[in-house]
């Protein structure tokens, strides 16, 4: 049990984050140490854990888990994105007042911002300015987010996230989770968490203990994949542990061009992912941040993955829904690809193999 809870911290203390550490695990091309000075140069964080460096193709720069990894001279380049983005996306000036470790955009549920430290710097990452390139820095409070949302009694659901939460200690983990349990309006807490992906070694028989267990208030958990190559057996073992706790494991990932974009890649995720237990739940378009043009895709493209490679072609709980997260909250992009015609009796619908089908109109 102790030897475990080493292991993750030692995944963490050990992060390949340098250009010598990175040279152990792939054959660096001239592209990417480019990439890596100009960050290092910028003073821009990058890095993951020497467990889910060695799931990097050694020979292909193009390796969909190493392009999440290793910094591209691309990233300094800004057509589409909003600068100062996430004060504009998370309403920060002006709105009404807040801790900085508190994003609000509903009514009903927050999300609660407990650290800037991730055990991956997810090059695509829209919380960059925040996590990764640090520009932006907030005061990550505990004690100023948990009074907050005991102070505002139409907060029902708190989204802890970060950075990545489950880089805390246990100890921080259990009293953070002790301290919303005693809210009596909180009625669920969720975590977002990369861990269960690049360092399911965190997932402890220790950390279990904190998280399992039948209460008034229950945790549930999403985590951040991208690619079917980041699924091990290693990833399996965190999501069963999981769910033995009670604990459910969906997924959130980011539509990125030359990663996922295709719909071979696209089936082949969603499907690994149901494999393992995982419950997809958001396909996130590459939202407006700076510097993560290189990964940006059209609009239609997540919907049309979905009606070509997912809906009707495979597992029903393999599909996840598309969205935008913007300013005035996540927004769906699936257009009617199956509503052909509305008459005053019927409407003409369309299947994923292009066949037509009627369903009766009924007056209110
Ligand atoms: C994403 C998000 C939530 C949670 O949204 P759901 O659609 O309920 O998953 C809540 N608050 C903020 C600020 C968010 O960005
Ligand atoms: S783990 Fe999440 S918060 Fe951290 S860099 Fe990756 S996408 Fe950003």
Redesign the pocket.
Known sequence: MTHQMEEWMRQLESSVNTLEKLQNYVTVSPGEVRGIKVAEEEGVRWGTTPYFASLMDPKDPDCPIRRQIVPSVLEQENRYGVENYLEWKENRLTDEHRPDCIARQYHDRIAFLVTDV?????R?????EL??VRGLRFRFDIEEGLQWIRDHEEIRDVLV????PFVLSDDKIEYLIAQLREIPHVQMIRF???TPI?LPQRITPALKKILSGNHRVPIWLNT?CNHPKEITEETARAVYDLLTCGINVGNQA?LLKGINDDPETFKALHQKLISVRIRPYYLFYCEPAPGIDHFRTPVEKGAELIRDAIRGHTTGLAQPMYVVATRIGKIMLMPYYSYVEKSDNEYTLRNYKGEITTLPNIPE
Do not use: E, I, L, S
């Open positions: 991730c055990a991956m710097y997810c695509h990452c829209f919380r960059k996590v990764v996230t970060g950075g990545d977002g968490t990369r690049v951040h980011v």
